[in-house]
């Protein structure tokens, strides 16, 4: 029996612009289970970073709830939510976000001295970490020193390293080459698998979600699909799922007002709508319906 | 979080931007030290003009006169000035003695070495207790002490003995001055070992009565113009000896007591434990008892009041550079902020709680505030030791370039006023208070930004560039 991590309950997120309102998270209803590796896969604008964000208690839902056990984490302040992601929680970012003044070792304990943990404890702990990614030998490198794979594997190192029950990996391989988002992957979900954490990743990308064991697929704020994957699951099920999803995109060329809107809540959003620098046309809201399977 | 582990990354992000650091903390130096020099200036100047006051006269000391009753009144109800009158005012807050201060008539008594050297200086009655609280410092021998059986115990000014004269010689005094050879003469008498004579006489042709007393000298008293001429030529007793002879003297030259010459004494002093009290004790007494006084607190408070006026014209432009210091660290502040605001974020997303954030940004800013005022006072030692030294300094400089510039040499001038005494002090409390102060301005300047530090989104930060 599987035992449910993070409750998501009609959960909501309403942007307002002006006299305008978004709907960036239209009634998400889903339950992530402890130990499982979640994907959840969307094009730019179609909320999946918000829906992160409100799971690790970031930003405020406009309603709904979110549990992780039985707590439910938009109802709490700054104060108990900074205690609450530095008890339970483990970051990966896209852009690694390390602090670029301390060494590797200094970046991955940092997390622990937060908790208060003494230098000695937590500075063996973030070396151990450091090898257990493979940059034993690098513990005293600066992020400028190091590779952008290098980098992300400080930052897995990071989010692993107080051992929390869940870490959200944010496109953790946004920036990296084909040979290395494998290795960060495979070095993420094994990790996440040693210890029966729960992996919350949030990617555009299909290939990344075939690492994990399910995968949620998000368009314009509401679950497309919902699709577990045990071991030895077809693969083509999902492979399916994401042709008809590219077709989606393909075809309808103009990205939604949405995105524009999210704008400044999404880096990678920018970044896309700079290759398609064409202005949409369709309002809000209605390619969901048009993508719907 | 620990709290050394806070500490240690408020140092590291100072290190970071070291530059930004220096500056920011010299500010607070300049700010610093303008206050320390200012307020040490102040200090030094009440100091030298008090101790110069204090060549003049006792600072703490009130003189009260009583002469003719009532300066003017003409009421019935003229002041009176007796014992009584003077244990009130003993009783009062800060007063350490008031005794009077009578002088005899100079014929009421007749002091006499022999038959051949009279006493020609002024007799002082006090109370006897009171010389040693006056401040009365002893050459030799002891303070007065009260009459034991038939010699009447007296104390001489240092210079006493050269106050009796040869009344056998037509000019029969010896001064104490040096001579061709630089020899001071000895007086005609050994006060210690002479024995001395009190006579008290009837005033007519021929004296058809003489009483007389043997007098026992206890001590010769140190000359202190501060204290009073009386230490350097007169001879004290106590003042109920005195009044004792006094009245046989009447008596024997038959002088009606009358009413009126039963007002008291004309004279007295009161000492006061500090000068503080000064102020009140005097305006109580010329003011509810009607006395006339006097005391060295009408030329000290304007002085006083000149000085606080430049301390306060000075100190307001320390004020002024140290709230540009205070500006100094917010704007570094704020700056770090910006540029850590990613920073923040990330240390939010991570599970730094929001108090040590604030703690951490307002560290940093005491730290500023901290070194600028250690610096700072470590500064203003060397400025205040500059301006002490300035005579000397100005000789050294002397030798190397004739003459100083003008702006130096008006401020050397001005420094040369103190003599040799200390313009610039330092008391440790002035270390304390603006070591202290520079933390405070660090922490009131750092206040806002570690507020703003706090509000920053998460979200936001992280994506901020």
Not at chain 2, 148 to 157: A, C, S
């Amino acid at each position: 029996m599987k035992k449910a991590m993070i409750t998501v309950k009609d959960l909501r997120k309403v942007y307002k612009l002006g006299s305008e309102k978004v709907i960036a998270l239209d009634d998400i209803n889903v339950t992530i289970y402890t130990g499982e590796v979640c994907c959840i896969l969307g094009t730019s604008g179609s909320g999946k970073s918000t829906l992160l964000n409100m799971l690790a208690g970031l930003e405020r839902p406009t309603r709904g709830q979110v549990l992780i056990g039985k707590r439910d984490i938009a109802r709490m302040d700054e104060a108990s939510l900074a205690k609450f992601r530095q008890k339970y929680v483990g970051f990966v970012f896209q852009s690694y976000n390390l602090m670029s003044s301390l060494t590797a070792l200094e970046n991955v304990s940092m997390p622990l001295m937060f908790k208060g943990v003494g230098k000695g404890v937590r500075n063996k702990a973030a070396r151990q970490m450091l090898k257990s990614v493979g940059l034993g030998n690098r513990c005293d490198h600066k992020p400028t020193q190091m590779s952008g794979g290098q980098q992300q594997r400080v930052g897995i190192a990071r989010a692993f390293v107080s051992k929390p029950r869940i870490v959200f990996a944010d496109e953790p391989t946004g920036n990296l080459d084909t040979k290395t988002t494998i290795e960060v992957m495979q070095l993420m979900v094994q990790m996440a698998r040693e210890n029966d954490q729960t992996l919350v990743i949030v990617t555009h990308d299909p290939e990344i979600a075939e690492y994990a064991d399910r995968v949620i697929h998000l368009i314009d704020g509401k679950i497309v699909s919902d699709i577990s994957r045990g071991p030895g699951m077809d693969h083509l099920v999902l492979e399916g799922q994401f042709s008809n999803q590219e077709t989606v995109h393909h075809t309808e060329e103009s990205p939604p007002e949405e995105p524009l809107i999210l704008e400044e809540d999404d880096p990678d959003v920018e970044e896309e709508l700079r290759l398609e620098p064409e202005g949409g046309e369709l309002p809000a809201g209605s390619t969901g319906g048009k993508v719907e399977p | 979080m620990k709290t050394f582990d806070l500490i240690s990354m408020c140092f590291r992000n100072l290190f970071r931007r070291k530059m930004r650091t220096i500056l920011t903390v010299l500010g607070v130096v300049i700010g610093t030290c303008a206050i320390i020099v200012t307020i040490s200036l102040g200090l030094g100047m009440t100091k030298i003009q008090e101790d110069a006051l204090a060549q003049m006269g006792d600072l703490t000391k009130i003189e009260i006169y009583n002469y003719g009753g009532g300066g003017g009144s003409g009421s019935s109800e003229a002041p009176v000035l007796d014992d009584k009158v003077l244990k009130q005012i003993s009783e009062l807050e800060g007063v350490e003695v008031a005794t009077p201060l009578a002088r005899a008539d100079w014929s009421a008594m007749e002091f006499w070495v022999g038959e051949k050297f009279r006493f020609s200086g002024q007799v002082v009655g006090i109370y006897p207790e009171a010389m040693e609280k006056l401040g009365y410092q002893m050459k030799e021998g002891s303070y007065l002490t009260e009459g034991t059986g038939k010699k009447i115990p007296i104390v001489m000014g240092e210079q006493a003995a050269y106050n009796f004269y040869n009344v056998k010689k037509r000019d029969g005094w010896v001064y104490p001055y040096p001579d061709a050879n630089g020899n001071i003469p000895d007086p005609y008498v050994d006060v210690m070992k002479d024995e001395i004579t009190l006579r008290i006489g009837r005033q007519d042709e021929e004296k058809t009565k003489l009483v007389e007393y043997e007098t026992q000298v206890q001590g010769v008293l140190v000359a202190d113009f501060s204290k009073g001429w009386e230490t350097q030529e007169s001879i004290f007793m106590s003042i109920d000896d005195m009044n004792r002879m006094v009245a046989e003297y009447k008596k024997l030259n038959k002088i009606k007591e009358s009413s009126n010459s039963s007002k008291g004494y004309e004279n007295a002093v009161v000492k006061c434990s500090d000068i503080k009290y000064v102020e009140s004790v005097e305006s109580y007494i010329s003011e509810t008892l009607g006395l006339q006084t006097n005391s060295m607190e009408s030329i000290r408070k304007p002085m006083q009041k000149q000085i606080q006026q430049q301390s306060m014209i000075l100190g307001g432009l320390g004020l002024i550079s140290l709230v540009v210091a205070a500006i100094g660290i917010t704007n570094t502040m704020v700056m770090s902020i910006y540029e850590r605001t990613r920073e923040i974020g990330i240390m939010k997303v991570l599970g730094c709680e929001i108090p040590n954030i604030r703690a951490m940004f307002l560290t940093e800013a005491g730290i500023i505030g901290l070194l600028g005022g250690i610096v700072g006072t470590l500064v203003s030692f060397s400025i205040s030791w500059v301006i002490n030294n300035w005579e000397m300094i100005k000789m050294a400089l002397g030798i190397m370039s004739d003459g100083s510039s003008g702006g130096f040499g008006m401020m050397g001038g001005m420094m040369g006023m103190g003599g040799g005494g200390q313009v610039s002090l330092i008391p440790p409390w002035l270390v304390l208070v603006a070591v202290l102060f520079g933390i405070l301005i660090g922490l009131v300047s750092g206040f806002t930004p570690a507020n703003r530090a706090v509000k920053i989104s998460a979200l936001e930060a992280i994506k901020h560039d």
